[in-house]
């Protein structure tokens, strides 16, 4: 660091001076030792600028890095977490889970009938649509709570300590949000279905994600039902 550089050198520069004198007591050899201090202390100077310049490019590298590392985890639509941030935090939780015994709970959800939306509205009405959620998810999850597109229309959210029942309070809240908040499209509200799952013992990612998208599909299949 620049800080550390230039006492460096002008302590160098101090021994420089005190040697000549002690060693050369003749005024020839003082301008010498002045002279090679004044050599030094350019140096320093030199030395300085350079870790300054260095420090501040490193410090440019880092930052261009963690923003890179940042958007390789970002969906662009949504700014939601993508699949792979979504992936990267439910093995951490997954972990934190098995170690402290506490529950967590996952919830997959998509937007009912979102393939009509593209095919009569066009796609950037399916964009909107997406971006509508996207807004909803973000401001009624708690701020332990995570949220990622995993795809499509499709979307995760990850629940730490909690367990299914409350994981469908929170659910339901967002479903209701979007329900609400949500412009129509083509005269036809936003509706959201889901599924929840809760981690069991000795359940890894895959199972806990395939237990979600069971119990989403059971509620397509529920809905699809003719009412009695």
């Not at 030094?40 to 261009?64: N, W």
């Not at 990267?88 to 709970?105: G, K």
């Not at 013992?201 to 806990?208: C, G, N, R, T, V």
Request: proline share 4%; glycine share 8%.
């Amino acid at each position: 660091p620049p800080s550390r550089v230039l006492p460096l050198v002008s302590v160098m520069v101090l021994l420089c001076i005190g040697l000549g004198a002690l060693q050369h007591p003749r005024g020839r050899h003082l301008v010498e030792g002045f002279v090679a201090a004044l050599v030094l202390a350019f140096l320093a100077v030199m030395t300085l600028l350079y870790a300054r310049t260095t420090r501040a490019l490193a410090t440019a590298l880092d930052r261009q890095r963690d923003k890179a590392e940042s958007l390789a985890r970002t969906d662009e639509l949504t700014g939601l977490g993508n699949r792979r941030a979504f992936t990267e935090s439910l093995a951490s939780h997954i972990a934190l889970t098995n170690r402290y015994a506490r529950p967590l709970s996952m919830v997959m959800l998509d937007v009912d009938g979102f393939k009509s939306i593209n095919d009569g509205f066009g796609h950037d009405a399916g964009d909107d649509a997406l971006a509508a959620v996207a807004r909803i998810l973000r401001s009624e999850i708690r701020d332990p709570d995570l949220c990622f597109r995993w795809g499509g229309d499709e979307f995760a959210v990850l629940l730490p300590s909690t367990g299914r029942e409350q994981a469908l309070v929170v659910v339901d809240r967002i479903a209701e949000a979007v329900a609400r908040h949500v412009a129509a499209i083509g005269g036809r509200k936003l509706a959201l279905r889901y599924g929840v799952a809760e981690i069991q013992p000795e359940m890894d990612a895959q199972a806990l994600m395939a237990a979600a998208d069971m119990d989403l599909m059971a509620a397509k299949d529920a809905a699809a039902q003719p009412a009695q």
